[in-house]
């Protein structure tokens, strides 16, 4: 594969720097003035209510990181102990402070490990097994962060368009700062981890065919009401205006590497069904459904 060679070393350097560069963001250094309470809530209440919620998950993220992997290396520790989980509780605790400001109830995180998370966790004991699901893990987060940086862009525009200053300066800015280091780490992981050539070709294979079954949107957690949640979202943040567009923002990376063998593809289908999956569920049921 081209491009410079990615040593352990230097994700590991990657992660120290984050750390330094990026405390997690205080509460009390957050001014959550809001102009027009009414308006914000009306226009952007769902997707903070969504965001805030799929941050707070993070708690449940590591738990599925030490279910799927049981040798779970020291790059990767340090990165989720004193990074990611860090940064990522503070996103998810702010957002829903916001959110009750805003007159909106509590986000609702779903904390609980997935039977399917267990079983593929069960399986990764074996080692072969484990480096299909580190790179599947790694290419889950990259995927995740990259929606995660493409959705705090949106909402900070948004926000500024309205004139509410300081909750887009101060909250989601901040937050939309940490978000590419973290699609940066997985990026480099997953690369590193393919550049080494450990993964034999049928592990290439089977990590294909689990993530064509498996691919889901950043917090849909593969249910329903979430995919539809997910469809408002995109339409609010005019992202189903051009899903190919979209699909190749958040689909990239793993077309290059693990369908490398189809050259020119610029997103796997299933990322562009997922999209197309979540903007229908959407059209038909609408939020009040989905929140209900
Ligand atoms: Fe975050
Ligand atoms: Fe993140």
Redesign the pocket.
């Known amino acids: 594969m081209a491009g410079p060679v990615i040593t352990q070393q230097k994700i590991m350097d990657h992660v120290l720097r984050l750390g330094e560069l990026y405390p997690p963001i205080p509460l009390g250094s957050v001014d959550r003035t809001v102009k027009n309470p009414a308006e914000v809530s009306r226009r952007f209440g769902h997707v903070l209510d969504y965001l805030a919620r799929v941050e707070l998950e993070v708690d449940r993220n590591v738990l599925e990181l030490l279910v799927l992997l049981p040798d779970v290396e020291e790059v990767d520790r340090v990165f989720y102990a004193d990074v ?1 989980q860090p ?2 509780i503070q996103h998810g605790l702010i957002l829903d402070r916001l959110q009750t400001d805003l007159g909106q109830p509590p986000a609702e995180p779903v904390l609980e490990v997935s039977m399917k998370m267990k079983i593929l966790g069960a399986l990764s004991h074996l080692r072969p097994i484990q480096d299909i699901t580190r790179l599947l893990y790694y290419l889950t987060g990259a995927s995740t ?1 990259r929606q ?1 940086v493409i959705a705090y862009n949106s909402f900070t525009k948004g926000l500024v368009e309205m004139g509410e200053d300081a909750i887009a300066k101060t909250i989601v800015g901040p937050i939309k700062q ?2 590419p280091g ?1 699609f940066a780490f997985y990026k480099m992981s997953a690369t590193g981890l393919v550049q080494s050539g450990r993964l034999k070709p049928w592990q290439m294979y089977l990590a294909r065919q689990l993530r064509s079954l498996s691919y889901n949107l950043a917090g849909t957690n593969a249910m329903e009401r979430y995919k539809t949640q997910m469809g408002g979202l995109m339409h609010t943040m005019g992202f189903d205006a051009d899903l190919h567009a979209y699909a190749r923002e958040v689909g990239r990376l793993e077309a290059k590497l693990l369908w490398a063998h189809r050259q020119g593809l610029e997103f796997p289908q299933y990322v562009l069904k997922a999209l197309r999956e979540s903007v229908e569920l959407y059209a038909e049921k609408g939020l009040g459904a989905a929140t209900a």
């Open positions: 990611w940064q990522e962060e995660a940490q978000e973290h």
